[in-house]
């Protein structure tokens, strides 16, 4: 006997009465939600992901969307999401795919800690009337600095600086790349990142000459596929980043469906059109720190040791110990990507359940290598998970010196995320390859967005810290005194080194 179908997960329905018929939801909906039979605009709900596509575009606000309209028998233990995951491998067998980050409803740390305002004995700084350093150098420190006397009295830098990234905010933009995302959107963050004076990856799809413009504001990557890479992609970043892990999928690879590979993402990425962009999930030269060291040497030899080096992992059980290692490699900057991470496509079962909160790997990585007096061999970018500008000040207050966002960037240009990603049909021309779509999303409309939230971010920022009496970010970092944590458990505040609200 076959299972029959599921529940709808959403219906949608016209109200006729204001319906004009003018048809734009047909045009918009990629999903093929609707259909003119007729007279009539018919609805198939059953294909609706509720991209919201439809209700921003109807002209008479005509369209309801109902989440969960028929749901199933309530159970604490055999949830929705459990049960439909059974009856969909039951009918494939196959791994179920999915978009976007984590979905099971962990607490969130982030929201558990609550940043310290100054009262009375210590006065509050007005950012707007005082200066507030939110500038940022990622790279490696010195430990001390040497200077000499020059004759005429002017003092001379004897120690020899290695190069450093230098962000006007502590807010960058994470790697998504070409392929998995559109060449509008990787355009209009370059152009977000140009403006606001910050960084963005180009995650491990190369980089496109439409960007080379902005190459300035660029993290080159290499991950385990190795895509896009020559020596001329190494030279054009400002930094770069080897990917060893994503926090969306720790331990595995990464898989860019042949669909996606059109003619321009496969000469980006150096591979055959519409092939499958496989990368495997170790890089088949790396099995040690020893090896990790290799290439991080040998990609500043091939760039003049002009150019920082990150390495990014997933944030897993034994960050803190790996991190050290990576600190002693020659890297210049640990990427910590937490399990709450972003993802084009990643199994449910990876993203849901392998590695651990950012909030935790940051504040034990950042103790590790304090306790290894490394800490100034490398600075500590937190992704994963950062959904406003608190998230960014906490997570620089538990030891970050900046922040990546992801998701968040795909949401001030449209995303609604509705997790279908993967399927190349992104409405909002957002994750997709088909040109009619791309086209929906213009970068000169979404490149202002993205840069008005970094601006609006970096602004509260700088309040938070002023509020704080902290005028500079190199004073909030690791600054877990301005922190409480509340209605966390003990374990946990001692794991991020934090102390419960009223202490
Ligand atoms: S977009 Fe709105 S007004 Fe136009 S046909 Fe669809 S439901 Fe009717
Ligand atoms: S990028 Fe597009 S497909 Fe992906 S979640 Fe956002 S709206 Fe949906």
């Known amino acids: ?96 795919l999915s978009g976007m980050g984590n979905a099971l409803d962990y607490p969130i740390i982030f929201d558990r800690l609550v940043l310290d305002a100054c009262q009375v004995t210590n006065p509050s700084i007005d950012p707007l009337r005082e200066p507030m350093e939110v500038r940022t150098y990622l790279g490696k420190k010195p430990s001390r600095i040497e200077v000499k006397k020059k004759e005429n009295g ?64 660029m993290i080159v990557q290499i ?7 020559d020596i001329d992609y190494l030279e054009r970043g400002s930094a770069i980043e080897i990917k060893i892990g994503q926090g969306a999928k720790p331990g595995i690879g990464g898989h860019l469906p042949g669909e996606k590979v059109c003619l321009d993402v496969s000469c980006t990425r150096m591979i055959p059109l519409g092939s499958d962009a496989i990368s495997p999930a170790p890089h088949h030269d790396i099995y040690s720190i020893e090896d990790l060291a290799q290439l991080v040497r040998s990609l500043k030899e091939a760039t003049e040791w002009k150019k920082p080096v990150f390495v990014k992992i997933a944030a897993v ?56 007096g490394i800490r100034n061999e490398v600075s500590i970018i ?15 207050a538990l030891g970050a010196d900046a922040v990546y966002i992801g998701t968040a960037a795909l949401v001030a240009m449209g995303c609604r995320v509705c997790g279908s990603c993967y399927r190349n049909l992104c409405p909002w021309g957002i994750a997709t390859q088909q040109q009619n779509l791309v086209d929906r999303l213009d970068p000169d409309v979404a490149s202002k967005q993205v840069a008005n939230l970094i601006n609006a971010w970096t602004l509260e920022l700088a309040e938070l810290m002023g509020a704080a009496g902290i005028n500079s970010i190199e004073s909030l970092r690791g600054n877990r005194d301005r922190l409480r944590g509340y209605m966390l458990d003990e374990s946990l505040m001692s794991v991020l080194d934090v102390k419960q609200v009223g202490a």
């Open 223 to 229: 991950a385990s596929g190795r895509f896009g890479v």
């Open 317 to 372: 059980h034994n960050a803190a110990a790996i991190a050290a290692g990576i600190a002693r490699s020659g890297a210049d900057a640990i990427v910590l990507d937490g399990f709450k991470g972003g993802t084009g496509a990643a199994p449910r079962v990876f993203r849901d359940h392998v590695g651990i909160p950012i909030e935790a790997a940051v504040a034990s990585v950042d103790a590790k290598l304090r306790g290894q």
């Open 154 to 217: 002017d003092v001379e830098l004897v120690t020899e600086l290695v190069p450093n990234l230098q962000a006007e905010t502590p807010i960058m933009i994470g790697h998504m790349s070409y392929g998995a995302i559109s060449l509008n959107a990787q355009l209009s963050m370059a152009r977000a990142v140009a403006e606001t004076g910050t960084f963005m990856g180009t995650g491990e799809g190369g980089l496109h000459e439409r960007l080379y413009p902005y190459q300035n504001h």
């Open 382 to 396: 937190a992704s994963g998970g950062i959904r406003e500008s608190a998230d960014v000040a906490k997570a620089i």
């Open 1 to 96: 006997m076959s299972l029959g179908s599921t529940p709808l997960r959403y219906r949608i329905s016209i109200d006729r009465e204001r319906c004009m018929e003018c048809e734009r939801c047909i045009e918009n909906c990629s999903y093929g939600v609707f259909r003119r039979e007729g007279e009539k605009i018919m609805i198939d709900s059953r294909k609706c992901t509720a991209c919201h596509r439809c209700l921003a575009m109807c002209p008479r606000d005509a369209i309801m969307l109902e989440e969960y309209p028929c749901d199933y028998r309530s159970h604490p233990v055999w949830t929705r999401q459990a049960r439909e995951a059974i009856y969909n491998q039951a009918k494939t067998g196959k791994i179920i």
